[in-house]
């Protein structure tokens, strides 16, 4: 099977730009989740859609980040403007649960590892 | 909010002895799940071992298991007969089990395996 799917691979911007990641998750999996993941520390969940709604978003800097997922398929992430401790590895995941009780694991993508200069 | 702790930034091991990564966590919820990730440089997160807390039997698969001490809130992953292959960040990640959708995992920092040939 197709594992998730992220683009682009690398990103680099100046401050103050705006910039989109995008994810394509495993076939037939309705929950997907984005993550940031600093240097030197462990992935933060910024978001978890489960179909095309979101359950959690919590952690979401919502000033100048978005995202969608629209179909409940494909997911868009996007930070404008950019500032510079937005300099991280994004890493989009997907499970086969719906939602409820969650017994299936993440399966991760590559992420993409973006740069603010 | 749950917390996961990873005391050990790095640990350096012999190949072909044996090493154990500790992982404590906090929370309040009864039902919830446990995981080691495995994230080699390429960033793929992967999964090695999964532990359901209803289930008082330690989790193996093939070289890799857990010692999962539910009161002491402890869940540490012994590696036996390391490899080259196993060097990597290893990150413990807790999952709640209390369903209501939201499930996006909490990670630690990460502990920096060295495997010495």
């Known amino acids: 099977e197709a594992g998730v799917a992220q683009s682009p691979r690398y990103k680099i911007i100046e401050k103050r730009q705006s910039v989109a990641f995008w994810c394509n998750p495993i076939s037939g999996h309705a929950t997907l989740y984005w993550y940031q993941q600093i240097l030197g520390q462990g992935p933060k969940l910024l978001i978890q859609f489960q179909n095309n709604g979101v359950v959690d978003d919590s952690q979401l800097p919502k000033d100048r980040f978005s995202a969608e997922r629209l179909k409940g398929v494909d997911s868009t992430l996007k930070i404008q403007p950019a500032k510079l401790e937005d300099s991280a590895v994004y890493l989009c995941?997907?499970?086969?649960?719906?939602?409820?009780?969650?017994?299936?694991?993440?399966?991760f993508g590559d992420g993409t590892r973006l740069s603010i200069l | 909010a749950q917390t996961v702790t990873q005391s050990q930034p790095e640990m350096s091991v012999q190949e072909a002895e044996t090493v154990t990564l500790s992982c404590t966590y906090d929370t309040s919820e009864s039902d919830y799940y446990l995981f080691w990730y495995k994230q080699p440089p390429s960033r793929q997160m992967i999964l090695v071992i999964r532990q359901e807390a209803y289930k008082q039997q330690n989790a193996t698969e093939n070289r890799f298991s857990v010692n999962f001490q539910k009161a002491a809130k402890s869940f540490s992953l012994k590696i036996s007969d390391s490899q080259l292959g196993d060097a990597a960040m290893y990150f413990c990640a807790y999952r709640s089990g209390e369903g209501g959708g939201a499930d996006g995992l909490t990670f630690g920092k990460g502990t920096h395996l060295i495997i010495q040939p």
């Open positions: 995941a997907s499970s086969l649960d719906v939602g409820g009780y969650s017994n299936q694991p993440q399966h």
